[in-house]
C-alpha cells in the first residue's frame, strides 16, 4: 500500500532523498499494526460474510432491490476475507514473499476493489432508501429489483477497470528477498499520487455527498411525516419504518467516518508530505497513521454484516428460520444416522447368528 516510502526507497536503487529527506524504518510498527488486524478481521469477516450470504441466498424468491445490494456487499466482503491469510503470512515472516506472483497482484487488486465497490455500493443503498422514503409509490418493486441489479454490474465493471493499474505490479526483489504490498520506483510513487487523487474524488467524495444528501432528504421526510389520529395500526407501521431507516442512516454514516474518511484523509497528506518534503517529524508520524487508518478501511469487511442485522428486519427475521432450520437438522441427521447404524448392527447379527448355525 501507500505506507510506508523510506523503506521501499532504500531498499531499492533508487536514492533515499529522490523523494524523501529523511529517512525513517518504521516497518516494525507497520507490520505488528497489520498482523493484530487480520488476525481479528479474517476469521470473524468470513464467517460472517458466509453466514450472511447462506441467509440472503434462502431469501432468493423475495429478493428486493436493498437485499442485491446487501449480497453484492456480503460477496465483496467475502471476497476480500481471503486474501487476507496471504497478506497475514506476509506481515508475519517481517515482508518476505513466498508466493507466485499473480497472488501479490491479485490480493492488492482485491484490497482496492472491495473499498471501493463498498464505497459505492453503500451510496446505491442509500439512493434507494432516499427513493422508498420520499417515494414509496412510484416504482415497481420488480423493475426496481432489475434496474438496482444493473447498476450493481456497472459498479463491479467500473470499480474493476479503475482498479486494473493495481494489477500491473507485483513481486518486487530487493537485496535477494521478494517484496509484496509495497511501490518500486519515483514512477510508481508519481502514479498513486495521480491515482489517490482520483480515488478521494470519484470513489469517496462523490459518494459521500451523495450519500449526504439523500440522508438529509430522508431525515427531513421522517420529521415532517405526521400521525395519523386514530390509526393505531398505520401509525406504528411508520414509527417501525422510522425506526429502520434512522438505524441504516446512523450505520451507514458510522461506517464512513470510521473507515474511508480516515483513511483517504491521512493518505492524501501522506503523499503530501513524502513529495512535499514537509518535516521529518511530521512525515513520520503520518506515516504511522496511514498504517492504522488503513487498518480501519480492512474492518469494513467485518462491520458490513452488522448493517444487515441490525438495520434490516427481513434479515433478522430469516436469520433466525436459518438457524431454525439448522438445529431441527442436526438432530434429525443423528437419528437417520442411529436407525442406520442400527439397522446394520441388526442384519449384522443376524447374518452372524446364521453363520453360527450352518
Known amino acids: ?61 423475495r429478493i428486493s432491490a436493498p437485499h442485491v445490494v446487501m449480497v453484492n456487499l456480503a460477496l465483496s466482503d467475502w471476497a476480500f476475507s481471503l486474501t487476507l491469510p496471504l497478506r497475514l ?7 518476505i514473499w513466498d508466493f507466485p506472483d499473480w497472488l ?27 427513493k422508498a422514503v420520499t417515494a414509496p409509490l412510484d416504482h415497481n418493486p420488480k423493475t426496481i429489483t432489475r434496474r438496482t441489479a444493473a447498476a450493481c454490474l456497472i459498479i463491479w465493471l467500473f470499480v474493476g477497470a479503475t482498479s486494473v493499474p493495481f494489477l500491473f505490479q507485483g513481486v518486487l526483489e530487493r537485496q535477494g528477498v521478494r517484496r509484496c504490498f509495497e511501490p518500486g520506483s519515483v514512477e510508481s510513487w508519481s502514479k498513486i499520487y495521480i491515482m489517490n487523487y482520483l480515488g478521494v474524488g470519484v470513489g469517496f467524495l462523490v459518494p459521500f455527498l451523495i450519500i449526504i444528501f439523500c440522508y438529509s432528504k430522508v431525515i427531513q421526510n421522517l420529521r415532517n411525516t405526521k400521525q395519523v389520529s386514530g390509526d393505531i395500526l398505520r401509525n406504528k407501521v411508520r414509527r ?40 521529518c517529524e511530521v512525515t513520520r508520524l503520518l506515516q504511522r497513521a496511514v498504517s492504522v487508518t488503513l487498518c480501519l478501511a480492512a474492518s469494513n469487511s467485518m462491520i458490513n454484516p452488522l448493517l444487515y442485522y441490525y438495520a434490516t428486519r427481513t434479515f433478522r427475521k430469516d436469520l433466525s428460520q436459518v438457524q431454525t432450520s439448522f438445529r431441527t437438522y442436526i438432530p434429525e441427521s443423528f437419528r437417520r444416522g442411529s436407525v442406520t447404524s442400527n439397522r446394520q448392527d441388526s442384519l449384522r447379527h443376524k447374518y452372524s447368528q446364521a453363520h453360527l448355525k450352518n
Open 104 to 130: 501479490c497482484r491479485v490480493c492488492v487488486f482485491g484490497f482496492y476493489v472491495n473499498l471501493y465497490s463498498s464505497i459505492l455500493l453503500f451510496t446505491l443503498l442509500s439512493v434507494l432508501r432516499w
Open 240 to 279: 417501525h419504518n422510522r425506526r429502520h431507516s434512522v438505524y441504516l442512516v446512523t450505520m451507514v454514516i458510522v461506517t464512513f467516518l470510521l473507515c474511508f474518511l480516515p483513511y483517504h484523509l491521512i493518505r492524501t497528506l501522506h503523499l503530501h508530505a513524502v513529495i512535499g518534503r514537509w518535516s
Open 1 to 61: 500500500m501507500v505506507s510506508t516510502i523510506s523503506t521501499n526507497i532504500t531498499n531499492s536503487s533508487v536514492p533515499v532523498r529522490a523523494l524523501s529527506h529523511c529517512y525513517h524504518d518504521d516497518s516494525t510498527f507497520k507490520y505488528l499494526a497489520y498482523t493484530c488486524t487480520y488476525i481479528l478481521v479474517f476469521p470473524v469477516a468470513f464467517l460472517c460474510n458466509t453466514g450472511a450470504l447462506v441467509v440472503f441466498f434462502q431469501i432468493r424468491k
Open 89 to 95: 503470512v506476509y506481515y508475519v515472516r517481517d515482508g
